[in-house]
């Protein structure tokens, strides 16, 4: 049966061998079986593909049902036995910078949930099971994921206090085209928005040095290097503690938000619903 679905889904042998790490001919020999078996043609081969008869379309999609409750249940059962524990992936910079400083609060609320952190910057293949849920920076348009919104990314400028010349204050946004301006390099485009968005000249601005992260632009800001774009709430100890302060309110809404997100058609377990309540509520709060 996983034989012929797999055929079917994919219109190749071939790929079904593939898939189910297989032969072709093995796939062939099994397919030919199933058609002896229930005396009927569920295939037309031809030179390139194989294409579902009249009888094997119609015979398919009970299939394909019973596969995906098959795969529910198995979800289900592995969802249940950690009911009470989660596995949580997250960006470097996400993790050490909003999420540690408000786990207390967490474990506070929930200190019967066991969670395991890990460090992530790529996607996650949620089909290994090794990772429940993860926080996503982007458009929220990733394959075979529940994206739940949590919030935008909003950008403003922030430096070193020890940055500011006392002859060169910063009390207008142009005053600060006598500093070196740090970017991303994935993300070039950020300062010019900003600076645009507030009625500047880009051209008037020096461009300073590049980084490969947000992370590390806020820390080169942090270091006196020149003047950051950055998520507030990503940079509050630094600015709690005096190494970074905000010059101006004035935030640049990208095209990019938090998502929280974990496999598709996943059933929460109690402590997946949990966290979700709590970020969610924690990034409503700022």
Not at 20 to 39: R, Y
Not at 53 to 68: R, S, V
Not at 192 to 217: A, E
Not at 252 to 271: M, Q
Request: proline letters at 6%.
């Amino acid at each position: 049966m996983k034989c012929f679905e797999s055929a079917a889904r994919h219109g190749s042998f071939n790929k079904a061998a593939q898939e189910l790490n297989v032969t072709p001919s093995a796939i062939s020999h099994q397919i030919k079986g199933l058609e002896s078996f229930l005396g009927i043609e569920l295939f037309r081969r031809t030179k390139r593909k194989v294409v579902l008869t009249e009888a094997g379309e119609n015979y398919i999609k009970p299939i394909k049902l019973i596969f995906q409750q098959l795969e529910q249940a198995t979800a289900d059962l592995k969802s249940a036995q950690h009911a009470g524990s989660l596995k949580l992936a997250v960006a470097p910079s996400f993790l050490t910078r909003w999420l540690m400083p408000r786990m207390e609060r967490f474990q506070e609320r929930y200190p019967d949930i066991e969670i395991e952190i890990r460090s992530s910057m790529g996607l996650i293949d949620f089909s290994l099971g090794e990772i429940d849920m993860a926080v996503y920076f982007g458009n929220g348009d990733w394959p075979d994921v529940e994206a739940h919104y949590l919030r935008p990314i909003r950008l403003a400028p922030v430096c070193s206090p020890k940055l500011i010349k006392p002859n060169q204050p910063i009390n207008a946004p142009e005053d600060m085209s006598f500093y070196p301006l740090l970017h991303v390099s994935k993300r070039s485009d950020e300062w010019h928005d900003w600076l645009v968005q507030n009625d500047l000249d880009p051209k008037m601005f020096r461009r300073g040095l590049m980084f490969s992260s947000g992370s590390l632009t806020a820390g080169a800001a942090a270091q006196g290097l020149g003047i950051a774009l950055a998520d507030i709430s990503l940079v509050t100890p630094e600015i709690d503690s005096g190494q970074l302060q905000v010059l101006f309110d004035k935030q640049l809404d990208t095209n990019r938000s938090f998502y929280l997100v974990f496999e598709k058609k996943r059933a929460l377990t109690p402590a997946m619903a949990a966290f979700k309540e709590w970020i969610i509520e924690e990034m409503n709060d700022g």
